[in-house]
């Protein structure tokens, strides 16, 4: 027995409908967590949380900034065309609950590279916390459930695609979080050219001073658009990431007004 799909799947379909135009390559590499697990225990002690996925987007948000070809998005196919933006701004996928029906949102969160772990722990709190319902962000993706499939599509291509609009519409870089399950690691494509997929951290073994010991490892993949970047940057990039969040010690910064947006 068939079913339409459910209204509050629509949006997800014109983003995968358009995403097919991307040529995906993907890596992996996995990232000693213990300055962060370190972090994380400190400040709870001090009455402050921090996700997971915070520490994430604060890292790779400040090396988006010393990536500018991969803080970059690609338009056409006989006459392409990249923009490269001065800022860096992050999609975050959601799992939420939209008319009875659990689906995925993007949050927007500009600035990032310029926003404090606490910043952004605040933004990530509302977005986590909100009502999709209710919040003016999604109000895109609403509308998106009310209008037509063949008109939504065009409505939904026509907010994403021009260059010049795309970082406030789709972000710079995405990431995206199973951690919360028994899950490893897993790769997808976020509508950017660097897609980031965080899985669980869980202690393993590893070898340090050439000796064994224990440490709380996370699998960190990322998925880049070969369109605009090749392999050895997004290896770079990638390389990066896990470095700051293998060193991390937060850095002192000035806090941002609390900017946000939705994707659609």
């Not at 959601?94 to 927007?108: M, N, P, Q, S």
């Not at 919040?135 to 998106?144: K, N, T, V, W, Y």
């Not at 995405?174 to 660097?194: C, K, N, P, Y």
Request: charged share 25%; net charge positive.
């Amino acid at each position: 027995m068939s079913a339409p799909v459910a209204r509050e799947r629509r949006h997800t379909l014109h983003f995968l409908a358009e995403v097919r135009a991307f040529a995906p390559v993907f890596i992996d590499t996995e990232v000693d967590m213990g300055a962060v697990r370190a972090h994380r225990a400190a400040a709870t002690a001090e009455g402050r949380r921090y996700s997971v996925v915070t520490y994430v987007l604060h890292e790779a948000a400040r090396v988006l900034a010393a990536h500018p070809d991969a803080n970059a998005a690609i338009r056409g196919r006989l006459w392409p065309r990249v923009a490269r933006y001065p800022t860096v701004t992050g999609k975050l996928a959601l799992d939420k609950t939209v008319g009875g029906r659990r689906v995925v949102l993007a949050a927007l969160l500009p600035d990032l590279d310029r926003a404090s772990l606490d910043d952004i722990q605040r933004r990530v709190e509302r977005y986590r916390d909100g009502d999709p319902a209710t919040m003016a962000e999604f109000a895109g993706a609403r509308l998106l459930h009310r209008l037509p499939g063949p008109v939504g599509r065009l409505a939904f291509r026509a907010a994403i695609r021009p260059l010049r609009r795309r970082a406030t519409t789709v972000g710079t870089f995405a990431v995206s979080s199973l951690g919360h399950r028994a899950v490893d690691g897993f790769h997808s494509v976020g509508g950017t050219t660097v897609t980031l997929g965080i899985g669980r951290i869980a202690d393993r073994p590893v070898v340090r001073d050439g000796a064994l010991a224990v440490a709380p490892v996370m699998r960190l993949s990322l998925a880049f658009d070969h369109r605009v970047i090749d392999g050895a940057e997004a290896a770079d990039v990638l390389t990066d990431i896990k470095d700051r969040l293998e060193g991390f010690a937060a850095p002192a910064a000035h806090p941002l007004p609390a900017t946000t947006g939705a994707g659609i």
